[in-house]
């Protein structure tokens, strides 16, 4: 098994969101305005989409029925990810959360347990494993794959702060409140901008109030040519139920196991191009 830093994965993670680049590649420090944190309230009008936009949901691809594990955000538990499990059912995976309560962070066992669920569900289904994360789950999520890239498909995350600093999101605080953590103290030199060896999609939003989105974007890096982000307008906290989102997921879990292709934002006869804006265009 591949490490990706010098500690084992429970330490590794306990001062999530980390930095590790290095110092001449200055992190992006500011967190979202106080105008976008307020709009976050557009995550009602996001999950009300999903009715008039099920008709080209359900046109997504279907899968071949492989596991999927999907990790909650900071605070957040299982039943904030159902109807997306719940959607992924329907197109043929075997979707699952990570049945561990509310997340308030790397607590002593969590992320043991987490490590031990992909292993389990690999050794039951014989098959590896696709990993969901939405924002703090994202961070899980990556960094088991790069513990256990035998066993992983396939990684994509939701407005995860990967590449920033820690003072880049309006949510540390509620970190520190929720894990009982200092994530300044915490914050050493783990290598978190680095991608899983594995494909890794990164979905994120320029209007997220609460992940600078800066902090989500995956640098190319000739290690991991597999890696890619898919820029979405959306909210943090409708990020998992956002219907383009939604189609963005599908689109990658269908690819077949070894033949990844990163994603079309551009398609013949449909209207991809505006829903998807171009993720490396200047800010």
Not at 17 to 28: A, D, I, N, W
Not at 43 to 66: K, V, Y
Not at 181 to 200: D, F, I, M, Q
Not at 206 to 227: E, F, L
């Amino acid at each position: 098994m591949t490490r990706s830093s010098k500690l084992p994965l429970a330490q590794s993670l306990a001062g999530v969101p980390l930095t590790g680049q290095s110092e001449k590649t200055p992190l992006h420090d500011t967190p979202p305005s106080a105008w976008l944190m307020t709009l976050e309230v557009r995550a009602i009008w996001e999950f009300s989409a999903l009715l008039p936009a099920w008709p080209l949901l359900n046109r997504a691809p279907r899968g071949d029925n492989h596991p999927v594990v999907v990790f909650p955000g900071l605070s957040a538990n299982d039943i904030s990810t159902v109807p997306l499990r719940r959607y992924l059912q329907l197109l043929n995976y075997s979707a699952c959360g990570w049945d561990q309560g509310f997340n308030f962070g790397p607590r002593p066992g969590v992320l043991q347990e987490a490590r031990n669920q992909v292993i389990r569900t690999f050794a039951r289904t014989g098959r590896k494993v696709s990993l969901i994360g939405w924002s703090l789950g994202g961070i899980y999520a990556r960094e088991l794959a790069k513990e256990l890239p035998e066993m992983v498909r396939g990684v994509i995350t939701l407005g995860t702060p990967f590449a920033g600093s820690h003072k880049a999101t309006n949510a540390w605080r509620l970190y520190e409140l929720a894990s009982g953590r200092s994530v300044t103290r915490e914050s050493a030199s783990y290598n978190l901008p680095v991608a899983p060896p594995v494909p890794t999609t990164s979905i994120f939003s320029r209007t997220d109030g609460v992940v600078a989105w800066q902090g989500s974007i995956q640098s190319p890096s000739p290690q991991n040519p597999h890696t890619e982000n898919i820029e979405v307008v959306a909210s943090h906290v409708g990020l998992g139920f956002n219907p383009s989102a939604w189609w963005a997921i599908a689109d990658r879990l269908a690819q077949p196991e070894g033949e990844w292709q990163p994603f079309l934002r551009q398609k013949r006869g449909r209207i991809h191009g505006l829903i998807y804006p171009d993720p490396s265009r200047p800010a």
